[in-house]
């Protein structure tokens, strides 16, 4: 993922310098020499795409799911589409359009500091 500059209120700002990266780890590891990925976290990423994403950021600066398959959302066609409908987050968010999601998330996420 490109574009990338911080991280405001859960949101990842589009910046000017394109040669900023994010990385994201994908849950997997190696088996007989061969990259083996965990099968419910959405495949490989779209480059260029846009997406909602739950992470936690690793020691090393990169960027791990924080909740697997309800922790990633592809915006397409302005609406957000989970990788599985099924789970109570992803419930809430499948289907609804970007802004409507995004704007949710920042709410739940005000609502959370606010407790602390």
């Given amino acids: 993922m490109s574009g990338v500059s911080e991280m405001t209120a859960g949101r990842l700002a589009q910046s000017e310098d394109a040669s900023d990266t994010l990385t994201v780890e994908r849950v997997g590891g190696s088996a007989d020499g061969e990259s083996v990925y965990f099968d419910g976290d959405g495949g490989e990423f779209e480059p260029g795409g846009s997406y909602l994403l739950f992470l ?3 020691d090393d600066g ?4 924080q909740v697997n398959d309800e922790g990633r959302y592809h915006v397409e066609g302005g609406r ?3 990788v599985r409908a099924d789970g109570r987050v992803a419930a809430t968010l499948h289907g609804r359009p970007d802004s409507e999601g995004f704007a949710a998330v920042e709410q739940a996420l005000s609502l959370s500091r606010d407790r602390e």
């Fill in 56 to 58: 936690n950021r690793q």
């Fill in 62 to 65: 990169s960027f791990l799911y």
């Fill in 80 to 82: 957000l589409k989970a």
